[in-house]
């Protein structure tokens, strides 16, 4: 089997799917702009050819840089990054060398909220009022059906990053002034409620061979406030995530990738209403804390879905799973020895983000696991406590 990894380096723990597709027996390729001798030696040693572009948003350098590995390697059998950014990228470059997975057109509701709402819908699943709109006037219309305040995000987009709650026709006008106009906006009726993923791994056919939760503190309210953040992966997931999970997998039809759906549950009633798809590895540490959550290895499972076709792990969800943040604008009260200490052996891992991630993530994360969801709570409120 024959695999190109596109950006191999990144995030800097990805580096292990190429370790273990070779380490399997299948010829790993990989395209970057990352200078050879500044990548990790064991990624590095994974590779049967390495090739530097000067810019992988150039698609036809990186298509000549495809066309001449597959000459000098045979046809290649798959193309992943692993990465939401170069989702288009990937399916482009399979339609030009008819590569199996996901193609152009697939990608509308792989990544555009305003198709990923009727997915949802087409499978029975709740969603929130929302459309795209251009003008201040529409967007008055539908604030009346639905009422302030109203979420407003780039129709193809990550995260919070350009995401606002409009409370009122002046914030409204603010927007609409100060907007990117190169972008398509989605206007969305806000949910009151907490976010809820199902996250996992499917096989070729499509079928799921792992999945499980995370809960998170906030991600939109973190980044409009520039506070901390936590999340973390739940033991028992409720089993009307389980069947819209399941539902929304098939429905979106995604097949041999990681994949991190995102819903809410209302505060007035607990239903769960469908948000969206990333057809990715959810972000920052979460593959991680997936193997330190079950203690197996879902780099080398993945790698064992593309090479054996087949998932040989078992797992059990033993322990809760925290990312928590610190920001360096803060004066927290304990110092980083100090938690260190007193997480002792519950902590699995410690470091800092790179800057593009610190808005929402935080420039410090601890990563740490438990067996209760008490003990969990007691370690967060630790780390982020301020001084005074």
């Known amino acids: ?214 809960q998170y503190s906030g991600v939109m309210e973190t980044v409009a406030a520039d506070s901390d953040i936590y999340y973390y992966s739940i033991r028992d997931i409720p089993a009307d995530l389980v069947d819209f999970g399941f539902k929304s997998i098939k429905a979106f039809g995604v097949k041999e990738k990681f994949f991190h759906l995102e819903f809410f549950r209302r505060k007035k009633d607990s239903v769960l209403v469908g948000l969206e798809l990333n057809a990715r590895p959810p972000g920052g540490l979460t593959m991680d804390m997936f193997n330190y959550a079950n203690d197996f290895d879902l780099y080398l499972e993945w790698a064992n879905i593309l090479v054996k076709q087949q998932f040989e792990a078992k797992y059990s969800r033993p322990y809760f799973v925290c990312y928590c943040s610190r920001k360096d604008r803060y004066n927290y009260l304990h110092s980083h020895d100090e938690v260190q200490e007193n997480l002792g052996p519950a902590l699995c891992l410690t470091g800092t983000m790179p800057q593009l991630f610190h808005k929402v993530m935080g420039s410090r994360f601890y990563v740490f696991r438990t067996v209760t969801r008490e003990d969990m709570h007691q370690h967060i409120a630790y780390i982020q406590k301020k001084c005074q």
């Open 1 to 214: 089997m024959i695999v190109l990894i596109l950006s191999p380096h990144f995030p800097p723990s990805y580096y292990l799917f190429s370790v273990h597709l070779n380490r399997l027996g299948a010829k790993v390729l990989a395209i970057a702009e990352e200078p050879y001798f500044q990548m990790h030696e064991e990624l590095r040693n994974s590779f049967a050819e390495y090739w530097k572009v000067n810019c992988m948003e150039d698609y036809a350098e990186v298509e000549y840089a495809v066309k001449t590995l597959q000459e000098r390697h045979g046809k290649i059998d798959r193309i992943e990054s692993h990465n939401e950014h170069w989702l288009l990228l990937e399916a482009h470059l399979r339609d030009r060398f008819d590569i199996y997975g996901l193609k152009t057109k697939d990608m509308d509701r792989i990544k555009k909220k305003s198709v990923m709402k009727e997915v949802f819908k087409s499978c029975g699943i709740p969603v929130a009022s929302g459309k795209i709109l251009d003008n201040i006037q529409d967007a008055k219309e539908f604030v009346k059906k639905v009422n302030y305040p109203v979420v407003v995000k780039p129709d193809i987009g990550v995260g919070a990053e350009d995401t606002s709650k409009v409370h009122n026709e002046h914030e409204l006008e603010r927007f609409f002034a100060n907007r990117n106009r190169e972008k398509n906006y989605f206007f969305e009726e806000f949910v009151d409620g907490t976010i809820e993923t199902f996250d996992g791994l499917t096989d070729k056919n499509g079928e799921i061979v792992f999945y499980t939760s995370h």
